[in-house]
T-cell receptor
């Protein structure tokens, strides 16, 4: 599975748009990019997944450039409740035969009032 | 649906004691997983199961055992607790069909069990 690199932490204020970038230089042709969110004292929760260009859902947008060596998770108008750790994962859409996920250390997003 | 439930929420063990962490899911998922998360770190896979009766090792299986006798339950057993096993343990499940037309098989996580070994 491709290794990912993310900033350890980011700060923001309520109402701002937050962009978290993930580097994955060794991404394979069949790999998808998936983001999970983890609140303190809870298990991770799936946010969004994409392969190329742009994906948007009710929570976030995911931007993937043509070379796919990086991706950016965009959170519009964050609130205090968006304070969490965000994990970028790269791997086969179906995780291979076992759907295994490889978590890095993630990015701690701290939203201030 | 309750989703993925884990018991207990907290536990303190003495070195050398044993215990079983329980995990149950009511979503009829065929895949189940156990992760541990040390402070400030990401999750590491301990064991996983692709169906009842089938289990396999993940990244950090030493000191743990699992069984999967039913689709719903996937208990994790610690036989001789050590301080290095102090961690938060998460159970997760997902559903995968055999065809590639299925949507992404997102993993659903339980609330975790915080274990301290003294």
């Amino acid at each position: 599975l491709a290794k990912t690199t993310q900033p350890i932490s980011m700060d923001s204020y309520e109402g701002q748009e937050v962009n978290i970038t993930c580097s994955h230089n060794n991404i394979a042709t069949n790999d998808y990019i998936t983001w999970y969110q983890q609140f303190p004292s809870q298990g991770p929760r799936f946010i969004i997944q994409g392969y190329k260009t742009k994906v948007t859902n009710e929570v976030a947008s995911l931007f993937i450039p043509a070379d796919r060596k990086s991706s950016t998770l965009s959170l519009p108008r964050v609130s205090l409740s968006d304070t969490a750790v965000y994990y970028c994962l790269v791997g086969a859409r179906y995780g291979g035969a076992t759907n295994k996920l490889i978590f890095g250390t993630g990015t701690l997003l701290a939203v201030q009032p | 649906n309750a989703g993925v439930t884990q018991t207990p929420k907290f536990r303190i063990l003495k070195i050398g004691q044993s215990m079983t962490l329980q995990c149950t899911q009511d979503m009829n998922h065929n895949y189940m997983y156990w992760y541990r998360q040390d402070p400030g770190m990401g999750l590491k896979l301990i064991y996983y199961s692709v169906g009842a009766g089938i289990t396999d090792k993940g990244e950090v299986p030493n000191g743990y055992n699992v069984s999967r006798s039913t689709t719903e339950d996937f208990p994790l057993r610690l036989e001789l607790a050590a301080p290095s096993q102090t961690s938060v343990y998460f159970c997760a499940s997902s559903y995968r069909t055999s065809g590639r037309s299925s949507s992404y098989n997102e993993q659903f996580f339980g609330p975790g069990t915080r274990l301290t070994v003294l």
